[in-house]
């Protein structure tokens, strides 16, 4: 049993250096100006309806399995843990809105990389958390949370050269990013007797960044075949569980 645990954290480890890799693509895109944004935009809208399959068809029921009732104010606390963040540290801020250099003037790029810094670290946390319950779980939230880090490093290295700061600075904070995403799955991993506590958060945050933070992007563009990715997203869970969750 011991030894399927850490084989567990061990492929926690290394998808989380994926997922981690998953930003420094996207920031390095950016500074390359080779990335279209309508690409984006579609790993947005897919991501979106992904995210929030996992979290209310597998981490949430997980939760309560492992912490019982309580654990749906744990996943409360982390939903608004994320906004009260976002409302503090990176206030107004939207996927979208990044390259715009005249919002630079109200906002620093610190605090928005501070915040997006949260959001990755739990990235990282919800990752750990889903491979210590199980191999199945695990790969479901990896997949939830690298679909949504392309347009992090996107959108983190945009806010960089917005803010008039250079490439290599861009793909700097886009690496940032990434860090934070490893941070989240080692300090899961060492605290694993916190586990009752950690994977209800992880879906708190899950259900605020898909809900709150791309579901509003995807409804910028109101179009068919954004509508359609929402829809497929949950559909991929769906088909995902049927096939091969045993």
Request: hydrophobic share 55%; aromatic share 12%; glycine share 10%.
């Amino acid at each position: 049993m011991m030894h399927d645990e850490t084989t567990r954290v061990g492929m926690a480890a290394g998808l989380g250096l994926v997922a981690a890799a998953g930003n420094l693509i996207g920031g390095y895109f950016v500074v390359r100006r080779e990335w279209p944004r309508q690409f984006l935009n579609y790993f947005v809208a897919l991501g979106a309806g992904y995210m929030l399959a996992v979290a209310f068809v597998d981490v949430i029921p997980e939760s309560v399995r492992i912490g019982g009732q309580s654990a749906f104010l744990f996943v409360l606390a982390g939903y608004f843990l994320v906004h009260l963040f976002e409302h503090t540290l990176a206030p107004h801020f939207h996927f979208g809105e990044e390259t715009h250099v005249d919002e630079m003037h109200h906002r620093s790029y610190t605090t928005i990389l501070l915040g997006l810094g949260i959001h990755t670290f739990f990235d990282g946390v919800a990752i750990a958390a889903g491979f210590l319950v199980s191999t199945w779980l695990g790969v479901v939230i990896f997949l939830a949370v690298f679909l949504h880090k392309l347009p992090e490093g996107f959108t983190v290295a945009s806010v960089a050269l917005a803010a008039g700061r250079g490439r290599q600075t861009a793909i700097w904070a886009a690496g940032a990013l990434g860090v934070a995403t490893l941070f989240g799955v080692l300090l899961t991993s060492l605290l694993r007797g916190q586990l009752k506590y950690a994977l209800p958060l992880s879906a708190g945050v899950t259900v605020y960044v898909a809900a709150t933070d791309l579901l509003p992007e995807v409804n910028r563009e109101p179009n068919w075949k954004m509508a359609l990715l929402v829809f497929a997203g949950v559909a991929s869970l769906l088909i995902l569980q049927n096939l091969f969750h045993v």
